[in-house]
């Protein structure tokens, strides 16, 4: 269904009966940054229809919270679409699952069981320190860190969700790690996504969804664990629970969405997060030696380096669940809202030279660690990111843990790390190549 476009219009772009529109957005721009070329021509809140869907596209921090934060119930709903519904069992995952008290309930219970204690930490370093030791064995010679690091990643993923780890030549979590890329394969070339390219994100976890339910082996192995796991958190979660409340509502086929969900939505991002750090450090070779440094001095502390390079440029389409209003302009019941986070982590008006890598910028005059408001790069409010604690806890173990023993150098002649990325899921650096060294003490190994 297509709401009419609100009173006191937003400014929107033509269009055309059936494909909206799309002849005004044609190009070889990539969303994120199509959306902010026609911000600086609409002004930073506009709206367009993508086929005869009005979208309204948010390019700036301050609609971004209205629609996140301030009213963020009116905007948590998701868009309802014929393969989200085909591939997630009619929307029993939780990314894009309309709101609902059900979806409330799933939700909470699994940012819950992402929670990790004493134990799932020490097993999060165990990992970083294979890592370590795997980077170092192909170190001399310069090679591509990407396997080991999304090896490393989906072991993270496999520990919270089967509540296993494996090693990393291990054939199995090989499979997986495999099998996550072929997805990326299989959207590359889907039809849809070349008449909307920003739905790449969608097909991607519904494609992954789809492909887990029919390919892993031991499904039921799996299933009983999850259900195990759930019974206790559930269990845990008594206390909190209005009585007869929906948990009943929570089936097999849910535990299983969210489980594929945890894959699709926790490895690419986080590994393409690490790599795009690897990627700056190895521009800046400065501040690897700053961070080591720190690191030496200061083992323990819970300072963590962070680069502005969002990996969701434009966060997952939200929807209005109610007549709401973004920027005093009313916005009906149904319309679909982008917010291009890209544009707003590139606003120069807010960010200092936004292109540069300076993890200074989130540090205030005493060195004190400070995060800006407009930096919001797991979104925010009701629809935030579920992983959000679990991944900056592994970004932050596993990149102390490189640093402190490592040293990434470029191989000789080999050119710097291209830093535009290209859009897959998430936006991902090429491919390149490092030469790693262990630092002095560290010669013994990784450990
Ligand atoms: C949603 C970013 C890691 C699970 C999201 C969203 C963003 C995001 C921007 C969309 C928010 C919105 O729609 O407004 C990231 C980044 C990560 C990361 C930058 C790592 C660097 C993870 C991990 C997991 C995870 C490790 C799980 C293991 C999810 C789920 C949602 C989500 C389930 C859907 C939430 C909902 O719709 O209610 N993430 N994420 N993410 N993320 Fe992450």
Known sequence: SCPPPARGSIPCL???????????????????????????????LFALY?????????????????????????????????TT?????????????????????????????????GEGTSRLQDIGLCLCAELLSSGTRGFDPSLAVTRAVTNVVCMLVFSATYHQGDTELQEVVLYN????????????????????????????????????????????????KYNEIL??????????????????????????????AGVETTSSTLLWILAYLLHHPEIQDRVQK???????SDRAVCAIRPVSPVLISHTAITDSSIGGHAISRGTQVLVNMWSIHHNPQYWDNPDLFNPDRFLDDQGQRVTPSCFLPFGAGPRVCVGESLARLELFLFLSSLLQRLSFSLPDGAPLPNLEGQLGVVLQPLPYKVVVTPRAGWQGGAN
């Open 14 to 44: 033509p269009r055309l009966p059936v494909l909206g529109s799309l002849p005004w957005m044609r190009g070889h721009l990539p969303p994120h940054l199509l959306f902010s070329q026609l911000a600086q021509r609409y002004g930073s």
């Open 235 to 264: 269990i845990l979660n008594q206390g909190q629970r209005a009585s007869g409340s929906e948990d009943e509502g929570i089936t097999d086929d849910h535990v299983l969405m969210t489980a594929a969900e945890a894959f699709s």
């Open 50 to 82: 993508l086929g005869p869907q009005y979208t309204v596209v948010v390019n700036d921090h301050q609609h971004a919270k209205e629609v996140l934060l301030q009213r963020g119930k009116d905007f948590a709903g998701r868009p309802n679409m014929v």
């Open 294 to 300: 720190e690191l030496d001095e200061q083992i323990g």
């Open 181 to 228: 890329q072929g997805i990326l394969d299989t959207i590359a070339r889907g039809a849809l996504v070349d008449i909307y390219p920003w739905m790449k994100v969608h097909l991607n976890t519904y494609t992954a969804v789809f492909m887990y339910t029919f390919d892993l082996k031991s499904i039921m192995d799996i299933i009983r664990l999850l259900l195990k």
């Open 85 to 117: 519904n085909l591939l997630t069992r009619g929307g029993k995952d939780i990314a894009f699952a309309d709101y609902s008290p059900l979806w409330k309930l799933q939700r909470r219970l699994t940012h819950n069981s992402f929670t990790l204690f």
